[in-house]
């Protein structure tokens, strides 16, 4: 938990227009996010403390008043809150170039010859690399949603050098897992859910899937692969959950694909944190969304087959959605 907040303030009068200008641009640069009432929020950090005291006395020195507490309780607005406003703040920053990167690469896959679009290309991932490096130095309290960017930016560069998405050999072969039965724990939530989601759309139409019971011996042989279990064909693996540890293996970076990494990582992270008897921290927007509908779609349901059926029917709605088409 943090253990404080700086608060900051500054008064200027109308005359001082300029001044309140290059204060506003100043504060945004450095990560602050606005709270109320003129307030702006940074986590209690050296660094921040000293850009703040640092423009506290350009305010004054320019003729304004500047204020900068110290604060452990933000008067009701609660830690996971205050996160969220940083999340929410930076997963917008990020959405700007992932948007941009994504539509690029639809313009390249589109005319991959066409010189517009890779003088377009060359130009974006110069400012792109720059930005993110910008962006990640205020991310205070990541969602994912920054590694998403990263991977999509490095497709683009990939495909501008005729590499493509597919470049780097994948550890396994789609050809090779046709047929079998994915088999994990029962009660699947988010990782599960998804990662056979992730199996059915990308790997093999056909897959089936069993779930087994607590202390059921995990069945072998080449007819099955076993995914999200210890000791699992594919499951978590260092940072990696294991819809992310699939698709790394099957070498699966498909824009959808990478959009879902951030926000089944960040529901399953957080999910893993409740049942260590801790808070979340505050899940970003897009992963909270998601995470409502999800646990809606539980409650109603009353077997494992139900609560994969409608997962599925709501991950193709995200993949369609996160999915850009030629000239979006």
């Known amino acids: 938990m943090n253990n404080a907040w700086l608060v900051f303030s500054s008064s200027l009068t109308a005359r001082q227009q300029a001044l309140r200008v290059k204060v506003w641009r100043r504060l945004s640069a450095i990560g602050a996010v606005p709270l109320k009432n003129s307030l702006w929020l940074l986590p209690g950090r050296d660094d921040c403390r000293e850009h703040l005291t ?12 500047a204020v900068l507490l110290t604060c452990s309780d933000l008067g009701g607005f609660s830690e996971a809150d205050a996160r969220q ?20 690469a639809a313009l390249l896959a589109a005319s991959p010859e066409g010189e517009a679009a890779r003088r377009a290309a060359r130009a974006f991932l110069r400012r792109a690399e720059r930005r993110l ?10 969602s994912g949603r920054g590694e998403t960017v990263r991977l999509t ?11 493509g998405a597919g470049a780097d050999t994948p550890r396994c072969r789609v050809q090779d897992f046709q047929g079998r039965t994915w088999v994990t724990r029962a009660r699947p939530y988010i990782d599960r859910l998804s990662s056979f989601w992730l199996v059915r759309r990308r790997i093999d139409a056909g897959a ?3 779930f087994l019971a607590e202390g ?16 699992a064909d594919f499951t978590h693996r260092g940072e990696l959950v294991s819809f992310e540890t699939i698709a790394a293996d099957f070498g699966i970076r498909d824009v959808a694909v990478r959009r879902l990494m951030g926000i089944v990582k960040a529901i399953d992270l957080a999910d893993a944190l409740l049942e260590d008897g801790g808070e979340d921290g505050g899940l ?5 969304a998601v995470k409502d509908v999800l646990d809606g779609l539980l409650k109603i349901s009353t077997t494992d087959a139900q609560r994969l059926e409608r997962a599925m029917l709501l991950f193709d709605a995200l993949a369609a959605t996160y999915t850009p088409t030629t000239g979006e």
């Open 85 to 104: 406003l940083f999340r929410q703040a930076r997963d917008a920053d990020y959405a700007e170039l992932e948007a941009e990167a994504s539509r690029l």
């Open 284 to 288: 970003p927007a897009e992963a909270r």
């Open 216 to 231: 059921e011996a995990v069945p072998q042989g080449q007819e099955f692969a076993s995914f999200d279990l210890p000791g």
């Open 208 to 210: 089936s899937i069993r």
């Open 54 to 65: 640092w423009l506290a006395q350009e305010v004054e020195e320019g003729g304004g008043e």
């Open 133 to 142: 490096a910008s962006i990640a130095n205020i991310d205070f309290f990541p």
């Open 153 to 163: 930016l490095d497709d683009l560069a990939k495909a501008l050098d005729g590499g």
